[in-house]
């Protein structure tokens, strides 16, 4: 009983050290935003401060506002991945399509000519990860593109789909489209026996 109450103690201590901080920052942070208001609302008339130890500490301010908004802005940037990341992360996107189009493969009277549709949407906010996917050596430089059927079955694996008496494979090229914007990708193509 009492071990627990310790380490629910030992938590919330850890808690109102780094709330403590965190207002701590936020106070300091208001402080230079404050500075950077009154320069900038009236610019022309702002008064310098009359010392050098003074302006040496207004500069030393606005110069430590300007570090804590790069850093803020840092951490919003992905981090990069390592090649074992990126080949883990494009293998779980292309179980996902591969997943998503073989559940659009059914039987339709459409897949006798091979002109049946498929059409799999996704998101991939990483360019690098999507470049992977493809087996490009970068992110994709490209909007739209077509794949060969087989090279697009080697980078997202088997297609294939049995049906009664017959198996529904691709038969046509694979249209590729990539939003780099908003890291949405779109496969399209048909598939038939």
């Known amino acids: 009983m009492t071990t627990t109450t310790n380490t629910a103690t030992r938590k919330r201590k850890s808690d109102t050290i780094t709330l403590a901080a965190a207002k701590k920052a936020r106070l300091a942070e208001a402080a230079h ?3 950077v208001t009154n320069i900038l609302s009236d610019a022309s ?3 310098f401060p009359s010392t050098p ?3 040496r500490e207004l500069i ?3 110069a430590q ?11 919003y940037k992905p981090k990069a991945k390592s090649p074992a990341e ?3 992360a494009a293998e779980k996107l292309a179980n996902a399509a591969k997943s998503g189009i073989r559940k659009q493969m059914t039987w339709k009277p459409s897949c006798k000519k091979g002109s049946a549709k498929w059409v799999y949407d996704g998101v991939c906010n990483d360019p690098e990860v999507m470049g992977k996917l493809l087996g490009l050596d970068g992110p994709p430089t490209f909007k739209t593109s077509k794949m060969d ?6 980078l997202i694996g088997n297609l294939n789909v049995s049906v009664r008496y ?10 590729i489209h990539w939003k780099p914007t908003d890291g949405t990708f779109k496969f399209s193509g048909n598939y038939g026996i």
């Open 60 to 62: 030393l301010e606005l």
């Open 149 to 154: 059927k087989d090279k697009f079955e080697v």
């Open 166 to 175: 017959d198996m529904l494979r691709l038969t046509s090229d694979v249209n």
């Open 45 to 47: 008339n702002y008064k």
């Open 33 to 35: 935003s404050e500075t």
């Open 53 to 55: 130890e003074a302006a």
């Open 65 to 75: 506002y300007a570090r804590s908004l790069e850093n803020e802005i840092d951490g």
């Open 86 to 88: 990126l080949v883990a």
